[in-house]
């Protein structure tokens, strides 16, 4: 089962203020570890989850374009905050405010990655959802789905530079 088999019900599942979703992949994105509070939000089982993409519960209105910038930035050996949207497995979305590192081996190479997600602030989501609505549209204006990806990066970087600031910084100041 995938997020491209699974229907937005566009009904929003939440978690507690003190509950931190976390889960660790391998270099390639797939699933090493996922906790409890994981488990219960997505409302997959651990046996559905390890082994497969991170990416199976992405939600389809989620910009391509922001997953562009956080693996460009973790893969860099930085870290990254990031709002995001997730799919659970009964087509309920869920929003975070994703934290992801990388997580280094003894030589220093990049072994992994850790997550660590905290439900957000509804006035921030409520500034980042019309940056995301106008991302994805020119996602799918576009002739194919690289070419979407790369012109909303480029229109998210534009963003970015008229803010004068990183990412992180955008995402936190919000």
């Known amino acids: 089962m995938s997020s491209r088999t699974i229907?937005?019900?566009?009904?929003?599942?939440?978690?507690?203020?003190?509950?931190?979703?976390?889960?660790?992949?391998?270099?390639?994105?797939?699933?090493?570890?996922?906790?409890?509070?994981?488990?219960s939000v997505s409302g997959f089982t651990e046996a559905e989850l390890i082994g497969q993409p991170h990416s199976m519960i992405r939600h389809p209105e989620m910009p391509r374009c922001v997953f562009k910038l956080l693996w460009d930035t973790?893969?860099?050996g930085k870290e990254l905050f990031a709002y995001v949207v997730?799919?659970?497995?009964?087509?309920?979305?869920?929003?975070?405010?994703?934290?992801?590192?990388?997580?280094?081996?003894?030589?220093?190479?990049?072994?992994?990655?850790h997550s660590n997600r905290r439900v957000p602030r509804r006035d921030a989501l409520a500034k980042v959802q019309p940056l995301y609505q106008s991302l994805l549209k020119i996602e799918e204006a576009a002739a194919d789905r690289k070419q979407g990806m790369e012109a909303a990066f480029a229109a998210l970087v534009d963003q970015l530079k008229r803010?004068?600031?990183p990412y992180a910084e955008f995402v936190l100041g919000l």
């Open 74 to 76: 973790i893969a860099s």
């Open 86 to 113: 997730n799919l659970a497995k009964t087509g309920e979305h869920y929003w975070v405010l994703a934290h992801v590192t990388p997580d280094f081996g003894p030589d220093g190479q990049i072994v992994g990655y």
């Open 163 to 165: 803010e004068g600031k």
């Open 7 to 39: 229907q937005p019900s566009g009904k929003e599942r939440t978690f507690a203020e003190d509950e931190i979703i976390v889960s660790k992949t391998d270099t390639k994105g797939r699933l090493t570890y996922v906790n409890d509070v994981f488990l």
